[in-house]
């Protein structure tokens, strides 16, 4: 069986925080997803995946309770773990920079991974303890924000008790992301004592990669990832996208084209053998130290490429522009 884990990077946006929007706009915005009078937020994205019988993995970021108090996030991880879903850990540093008692001594960063090891240690431990306390079990796994992870950042992970990281995303490697992850690894391997489980994704073009994200990639593109996956017996296909990702990029009006892609993906998963909807709690570290195997993403294909290319083009006229009612 190929585990999907479908992540959903859940969090207020630090963007909106700075222009002085409060607490509960954000809330309403950036993990809701509430506009127009319909929410299709971290609820309507779990609605969908009870329908398929499938496992939401939301990666919640608790560093804004340095700025707003830890009280936000007792709901919101009530509403995931009471639904069966995952609540894990998610960072984005650009939050101390409100922070009222900061755990650093003022230091600041854009990423975890522009941090000093003794640093990613306190941040990681503070978020983790922020989430549990709020009720969710034990953290197991992490993705940094902006994918801006390193290789102290997995050492400060593992000093903190956690066992899996999902910041390896390769079209980031070498950017924002610096740890040291083979821009070819698919499958979980040990780096400095954490499982480390990258973003899965095609090949779309010769040398070029391209994540399988919801908003970054077609339906035919995932289908063939995923189908890809399972006929090569691949551990997991990892898909990300995030708590407002069904919304146009202002958050005024809800993206159809997006919408359509996650309902797409559950039911194919959801009809497909050999997938079954995973959160990393189900699935043993001990996959790390597996022998490595040959594996392979999906080839280019000319049609998928620049039928999506379309696509993306309509849905930016569409959603984006507001040319034509949604």
């Known amino acids: 069986m190929t585990a999907l884990l479908i992540t959903v990077d859940t969090e207020l946006s630090a963007l909106l925080q700075q222009r002085g929007l409060s607490l509960d706009e954000n809330l309403r915005r950036s993990i809701h997803a509430e506009t127009g009078g319909r ?3 971290i609820g309507w994205q779990m609605d969908v ?6 496992t939401g993995v939301f990666f919640l970021d608790p560093l804004p309770a340095l700025v707003h108090g830890a009280a936000f996030l007792t709901p919101i991880v009530g509403e995931i773990v009471g639904r069966g879903h995952e ?4 960072i984005h540093t650009e939050w101390l920079a409100w922070a009222r008692d900061s755990p650093v001594e ?3 960063g854009r990423n975890i991974g522009d941090f ?3 640093d990613q240690v306190t941040l990681l431990g503070l978020a983790k303890d922020y989430l549990e306390q709020a009720g969710a079990p034990p953290i197991t796994a992490f993705r940094a924000g902006n994918f801006g992870a390193n290789d102290d950042t997995l050492r400060a992970l593992a000093a903190v008790g956690i066992d899996w990281d999902s910041s390896v995303n390769p079209a980031y490697l070498g950017g924002d992301c610096r740890i040291s992850a083979d821009h070819g690894q698919i499958g979980a391997k040990r780096i400095h004592g954490v499982a480390e489980l990258p973003v ?7 040398g070029g990669f391209r994540p399988a994200q919801i908003c970054a990639m077609s339906a035919d593109e995932m289908r063939a990832g995923l189908r890809h996956a399972v006929r090569n017996g691949h551990d997991a296909f990892v898909v990300v996208t995030h708590s407002f990702e069904m919304l146009s990029r202002d958050r005024a009006r809800p993206n159809g084209a997006v919408i359509r892609r996650f309902e797409q993906l559950c039911r194919e998963a959801a009809g497909l053998p050999g997938v079954r909807g995973m959160g ?5 570290p001990a ?3 597996a022998p490595e195997r040959p594996l392979d993403r999906v080839p280019p294909s000319r049609w998928r490429t620049g039928m999506r290319m379309a696509a993306q083009a309509l849905a930016t006229w569409r959603y984006e522009h507001r040319l034509i009612p949604a």
């Open 116 to 118: 000093s090891l003794g």
């Open 200 to 206: 899965s994704g095609i090949i779309d073009r010769p």
């Open 49 to 54: 995946l009870d329908r398929h019988k499938l």
């Open 287 to 289: 996959l790390a130290d």
């Open 39 to 41: 929410a299709c937020g």
């Open 106 to 108: 003022g230091r600041q």
């Open 280 to 284: 990393f709690r189900d699935l043993s």
């Open 87 to 90: 609540v894990q850990l998610h």
